[in-house]
Each structure stands twice: as structure tokens, then as C-alpha cells.
């Protein structure tokens, strides 16, 4: 069984730039959620993705974007970086099919610094 | 609007001894799931142990359990035989169907030699 992977590990940009980060979900998971985790603070949610529509967003501008692809796989696009939109950015996956539909297993996320 | 609240932001435990994290929350919902995650210095969040709010009996892990009183909401992590490995920061979190998760601050865990 292959876990969640996220790529890249670590990414540096500068303020109004944009970025793209990607992430794997587990074998046989068919949801995405994306969070953010500030430093020394737990993570906040940002939205879900189930079966390649939104299924739910945190408190986050339109800046961010997301897409999950046919393989479940998916994309958090952030637009016109800010300085504190840098963060570790964690993605998990589960299955809103299973008995455990509520558990979710997080990659090891991507360190967003922006300059 | 649901909440977490952990009011341990560090705590140390010495090899082989137990340890207790507290954890609170808020929520107006009468079926919910709660978890505790463990994150090491690798970042890599995982789940420790989950309790499902309909259940009234406690959810165990091997030395992991936890304590869930839900008529206090309250849902503390016990970690017996602490081992060096279980050094890393503790999260708890609430969750509502398969919806977003709320976390709490988390608890900085040291396991001493």
C-alpha cells in the first residue's frame, strides 16, 4: 500500500509570485483535504476535494485554488504569494466510501517560504 | 463553532514512565470523531489513536489510550512506557462527518533517557 507523498519537499519564492504543490493520496482514496500549519500551530483546514469536486473550504482568499484529478491525485495552487502565506503545507487523503471515512492520512508535506 | 483547546504547551516524561496530554473541545454536535496525531521532527502527521463519539468505550492503541468523557468534552491521550521515539509534537483534533478537521495548538512532547 503506497502512503500519501507530496512533492516538492521544500519550495522558495518570492511575494507575488505563484506556486503549485502536489500530493498522491493513498491507494484506494478517493478525497483530498489540504492544510496549512504556521509555524508552532496546529494545521488549518483549507479545502477538500472528493471525487474531483470541492467538497468544503476553511477561511481561506480565492488565492487559493485547488484540483483533484481523475486518479485522485491533486493540486493546491496559491496566487500572489504573501509573506505569511509561508508554511508548511500538509495534504491528507482519505475514503468517504469506507467504514473509516472519517480518518485521514497525512503526507509529509511541503515547506512554503516565501520571501 | 467547534474548538480545540490543548493548555499543555510542552511537557516531559521520563523513559518508561507515563505521561497524560489534556485536550478540550467544543462542539454542538451528538456524533463526531476525535483523534490524536503525532508529529516528529520529520513533519510527517500520524494518527495515533481515533474515538468515535458514540462509543462509550475508551479507544486503545497498544501503550496508547485515552480517556473520553464526553459529558465534559474533554479527550486526554495517556502514553504509557514512554519511549524516546514518542518525542514530537501532539495534536488533537475534532472532525464532523467527512469534513474539515479542527486541530488544537498541540502539546511539545520530550521523553527523557
Known amino acids: 500500500e503506497t502512503g500519501v507523498t507530496q512533492s516538492p519537499t521544500h519550495l522558495i519564492k518570492t511575494r507575488g509570485q505563484q506556486v503549485t504543490l502536489r500530493c498522491s493520496s493513498q491507494s484506494g482514496h478517493n478525497t483530498v483535504s489540504w492544510y496549512q500549519q504556521a509555524l508552532g500551530q496546529g494545521p488549518q483546514f483549507i479545502f477538500q476535494?472528493?471525487?474531483?469536486?470541492?467538497?468544503g473550504r476553511g477561511n481561506f482568499p480565492p488565492r487559493f485554488s485547488g484540483l483533484q484529478f481523475p486518479n485522485y491525485s491533486s493540486e493546491l495552487n496559491v496566487n500572489a504569494l504573501e509573506l505569511d502565506d509561508s508554511a508548511l503545507y500538509l495534504c491528507a487523503s482519505s475514503s468517504m466510501d469506507s467504514t473509516s471515512t472519517d480518518t485521514q492520512y497525512f503526507g509529509p508535506g511541503t515547506r512554503l517560504t516565501v520571501l | 463553532a467547534q474548538t480545540v483547546t490543548q493548555s499543555q504547551p510542552e511537557m516531559s516524561v521520563q523513559e518508561a514512565e507515563t505521561v497524560t496530554l489534556s485536550c478540550t473541545y467544543d462542539t454542538s454536535e451528538s456524533n463526531y470523531y476525535l483523534f490524536w496525531y503525532k508529529q516528529p521532527p520529520s513533519r510527517q502527521m500520524i494518527l495515533v489513536i481515533r474515538?468515535?463519539?458514540?462509543?462509550?468505550q475508551n479507544a486503545t492503541e497498544n501503550r496508547f489510550s485515552v480517556n473520553f468523557q464526553k459529558a465534559a468534552k474533554s479527550f486526554s491521550l495517556k502514553i504509557s512506557d514512554s519511549q524516546l521515539g514518542d518525542t514530537a509534537m501532539y495534536f488533537c483534533?475534532?472532525?464532523?462527518?467527512?469534513?474539515?478537521?479542527?486541530f488544537g495548538t498541540g502539546t511539545r512532547l520530550k521523553v527523557l533517557a
Open positions: 483534533a475534532l472532525v464532523r462527518g467527512t469534513y474539515k478537521y479542527i
Open positions: 474515538q468515535e463519539a458514540y462509543k462509550q
Open positions: 476535494y472528493y471525487r474531483e469536486e470541492e467538497n
